[in-house]
């Protein structure tokens, strides 16, 4: 069992805004992502699968996956960053394990380490109660550019 992280910081007005909203605009309004839980290193979110996203196969194309995988491992940084800083994927490597062809896809997030500069985040997708996807990813924590004097 992996130790737990201390957090220097918890935005909880970030978390309060995220938790049960879906997006605008973007990959996560395309999705209907819908964050769940967030808590200092830990986010829960999902979307259900919609007919458009399923392929002339009869599954979700695993590039959508991948989007939900990627969403969720820069949106758990968040609160956990110091303000007017920002998270970016680096990489991240996805194993597909199982087919969806509908229901709700449900992702679990969690920073496993974290340095000023680095995050590493393991990621759990499932569907209807499969677990249908495992990732692992690193981000780069961006600070704010300094105002030009």
């Known amino acids: 069992m992996a130790e737990a992280i201390e957090f220097e910081t ?27 839980e967030l808590t200092a290193g830990r986010l829960v979110a999902q979307f259900e699968v919609r007919d458009e996203l399923i392929t002339m196969m009869g599954n979700m ?4 996956l991948s989007a939900f995988v990627d969403h969720c491992l820069g949106v758990v940084m968040y609160p956990v960053m ?26 679990t ?9 680095l995050a590493v985040v393991s990621i759990t997708v499932e569907n209807e109660g499969r677990l249908v996807a495992l990732a692992q990813g690193t981000s780069t924590i961006v600070a704010p550019k300094s105002p030009k004097s």
């Open 109 to 117: 997030a969690e920073i496993r380490s974290m340095s000023r500069r």
């Open 61 to 64: 194309h695993g590039g959508c």
């Open 82 to 107: 110091p303000p007017g800083y920002w998270a970016a994927t680096t990489e991240f490597k996805i194993n597909l394990l199982s087919p969806v062809a509908g229901g709700t896809c449900v992702c």
């Open 10 to 36: 918890f935005n909880e007005e970030f978390a309060s805004r995220v938790v049960g909203r879906k997006g605008r605009k973007g990959i996560d309004a395309y999705l209907g992502i819908e964050v769940t």
